[in-house]
């Protein structure tokens, strides 16, 4: 794929993703003469031997076209970078004004690569085609100096994204605690408590609390833990008023996301 080539555009779709680890991929910034409001449909691809392909989508929200620009950036000291490995089109591409176009990842190994996780850290940045710069004066309309020098900026959102590379390596397994009740906690009724080996790559899947009996899903979403990361905290929500829980709560946890075939594990708080 060409580094220029700019896909196939398409129509703006909007949704709203719930992830555990509640990370953020969309920023809206605001003046007083210009608005800019772009997203990522998603930022954390896992590519492997099975997947090499991938895609997101770069969205605009704003009134006028935005250009995109997406550069690999240095990797945390101790991970593997994978960049070299990976190929991304577009790598610049102009969006019009609400709608959504895509960025495509490809995986290719070279024959003599050693099994591992590459990571590869990428930043999307955008900014606005037609903005015209606002010359404001100084405190109480103070006019400058006939010599004086006004600048007006354009700020340009970049929005990271992480590839995780998995190259003839699994998703490592995770130990799931017992449940721990938090009677005092009036936004939880306790947590369960995920841990991996710290040796292990990362951990990207679906987690969902379920009531035993009724079979109601409470909550759900991407449950990711980077290489460096040893344990996360899965908390059951109380609802207002609720004093305790009316049934026992099930923990299930899927090695992909979003969530494909049977049920890795299954722990309930009784």
């Not at 100096?145 to 006004?150: R, V």
């Not at 790559?201 to 290489?227: D, H, K, N, P, Y």
């Not at 460096?228 to 709560?249: F, K, Q, S, Y």
Request: net charge negative; charged share 20%.
């Amino acid at each position: 794929m060409s580094p220029r080539q700019t896909g196939k555009r398409q129509p703006l779709r909007r949704s709203a993703l719930f992830w555990t680890t509640g990370l953020l991929a969309g920023l809206l910034l605001t003046g007083p003469a210009h608005a800019i409001s772009v997203s990522l449909s998603d930022n954390v691809v896992v590519l492997d031997n099975r997947q090499r392909s991938g895609e997101i989508e770069l969205l605009s929200m704003t009134p006028s076209p935005v250009e995109f620009e997406v550069e690999a950036m240095t990797v945390p000291e101790g991970i593997q970078d994978g960049s070299d490995y990976l190929r991304w089109s577009p790598a610049r591409t102009l969006v019009p004004a609400n709608r959504a176009s895509p960025l495509r990842m490809v995986f290719r190994p070279p024959a003599d690569l050693p099994p591992g996780e590459y990571v590869v850290r990428l930043a999307v940045k955008s900014r606005q085609v037609d903005f015209q710069p606002s010359f404001q004066q100084g405190p109480d309309d103070e006019v400058p100096p006939q010599d004086g020098l006004a600048i007006g900026v354009a700020i340009q959102p970049v929005l990271p994204v992480t590839v995780y590379i998995r190259h003839q390596v699994d998703s490592p397994a995770l130990t799931i605690g017992t449940f721990e009740p938090a009677a005092d906690d009036e936004g939880s009724h306790g947590q369960f408590m995920v841990r991996k080996a710290p040796e292990a790559v990362s951990f990207v899947g679906t987690v969902a609390l379920v009531g035993q009996r009724s079979g109601e899903t409470l909550t759900s979403g991407r449950l990711r833990m980077g290489q460096t990361a040893t344990e996360r905290r899965i908390r059951v929500p109380r609802r207002e008023g609720e004093e305790a829980l009316g049934e026992p709560v099930c923990l299930h946890i899927w090695p992909s996301f979003p969530a494909r075939g049977a049920l890795e594990q299954r722990v309930c708080s009784e």
